[in-house]
């Protein structure tokens, strides 16, 4: 979760209405801009002259909808670049979606948060610990997880080999796991985030 702000950037070409929150894979920054395809990259610069984003993707569903990676997530990937030329994430394998009302009922759920498994890809590392559909993650390293934002942004800024240490609960008791992280490579979900489906049909995987 996170707040929103507003801001107004003018450049020769757009005028941007930035709206900051941490929703989506690792938080992004969405634009309200007017722009076509091929106007996006570079930095994203707010009226007092400060690098605020880079410029990532402009919607395939609405002509005046764009994102920014923030940029203190860019920075948190400036020593992988510099020292391996690209960026390695964390992955488990999992398809995640939040915890809400109607959930906890079916589910008989105690507790409203965490990061719900809805799928889990064989043979991942998420597999090979036994989580199946329908656990519920809580915590990473004694870390309270809250939403399945948070879950992916932790997995995601871990390197790939490292071990995290998750707990979930399953059928009413809490189970612990030691999960060893693979690399992520699925760049077409990048694309599908920005691209090809609308929100609702947005998976959440980590």
Known sequence: SGGTFSDFVGTTNYTYKIRTSQSGGSGSITLKITSDFGNSGGPLINSRGQVIGINSAVSRQSSNIGFAVPINQARTVLKQLRTVGRVERGYMGVTLRDVDPDVQSSLKLTRQDGALV?????????????????????????ETIKTHDRLIREIAERQPGSVAKIEYVRDGRTFSAQVKLAERHDHSLIRQRFYEVSDTQRLHTV
């Open 118 to 142: 809805q799928d889990v890809t064989p043979g991942s590392p998420g597999a090979r610990v036994g989580l199946r559909p329908y656990d519920v993650i809580v915590s990473v390293d004694g």
